[in-house]
């Protein structure tokens, strides 16, 4: 009787080191197939059986071949080879349903069983589940004659792959967060390359003072705002008085890709402007250059092309489908909308811009925008819209403010309407030119 006792304590404490150890090695794996070879092992020791196999599906219901395991591997080296090469079709997309569970049953004794089938006491079998979901089974072999398992080792057997279930959803979880690790960096990258794109100071323009930012949503977005000087530095008037392009763009999409986008198409305009050509035809040049690239990504772009003599006043411009930019008159004291038709820059090749032109008398007022800040969601679910965006930069122009108090007072009158807890859903730009006397160098936010 007491060395029967002893025996069954001694059983007791090899079957707790056993599950020990792999509850261990759970905790602290880095790669699955290494835990799943050590659990066909341990299972097989822990049942007394000749040997094991684990049978595990992606999520979608195909077979995971890559962690198809047997132990020991040499004896059922070639029908596991066999199981391996069945197509998915032959197995049914997995679900974990009655009959797919007997099908797959049928086809592992066939294949790895010899001649042993399931309930005749040789061949045991229990799913592996996680986050109730079947996602395969786990199998234990032992030569015919032995006595039938017990219920002992079917509990073991369900505790061992109740911990596979657990391996397996620790390593989808830890997938996942590796490519939100990826997407992270990325979009590190992208706000960094997008930062390089604006100009970190306002340039100084004979007449005007100029003030812009762009505050930046959580993803990166393809947002583009640009003062060009229209001739190459030390050639003509000084650059004060020479003619400036003012642009502000758009790439449809964000990202990563819209961010390089907008890298492209900076250098490709930066080198149209110094064409010294109309603004339609500066449009026209970038659509053509660009088609090739923007096709292949399937993105396009809305931009706002405009120069600006400070010797007249007279401001240029072309418009590829970006939103027209806001002139304040003071002397009506109305809001217009400066626009030209034209398409999206990389839509259609060959297009053709119109040109428009107005001159600019002191006190006007001029604001560039971005969808960003129109299509703001307010705490009530509405948008900000560009009758909100009219009216605010009417009373800030009343004011007889600078250029760079209304471009504070306008987004915090965005900030009001979103909620100071909020973030913006896309990136927000503002670009405001002010004619007037004073000359001022508006430094730019970082």
Sequence with gaps: ????????????????????????????????????????????????????????????GRLWRDHLQAFPADRWADGLRQLAALPDSELGAWSGDPAGVAHLDQVVGRLLGDGQVLGDGQLLATSVVARSSQRGRLYVFAPRGELPWGEGHRLHLQLVADLVGVALEGDTLRQAMQRHERVDRQLSIGAEIQAQLLPNRCPLIAGVTVAARCRSAFEVGGDYYDFIPTQPQGSGPGPAAARWALVIGDVMGKGVPAGLLMALLRGMLRAEVLSGHAPDRILHDLNQLAQEDLAHSHRFVTLFYSDFDPCTRLLRYANAGHHPPLIWRRGTGQVERLDAPGVVIGLQPGA???AGQTLLEP?????????????????????????????????????????????????????RFVGADRQLDDDASLVVLKVGDQQVLASLPS
Excluded: K, P, W
């Design 1 to 60: 009787m007491g060395q029967g006792l002893d025996s069954l304590s001694q059983e007791q404490r090899r079957h707790q080191d056993l599950l020990a150890s792999l509850a261990y090695a759970l905790r602290s794996f880095t790669n699955l197939g290494r835990f799943l070879e050590l659990v066909l092992l341990v299972t097989s020791r822990l049942v007394g059986s000749q040997g094991a196999l684990l049978v595990v599906f992606h999520q979608d």
């Design 352 to 354: 053709d811009y119109d």
């Design 363 to 415: 006190g006007d007022v001029l604001l560039y925008f971005t969808d960003g800040v129109t299509e703001a969601v307010g705490f009530r679910g509405e948008r900000f819209e560009e009758h909100r965006l009219i009216n605010q930069f009417q009373t800030a122009c009343h004011g007889d403010l600078g250029a760079q108090e209304i471009l504070d007072l306008l987004f915090a009158g965005l900030d």
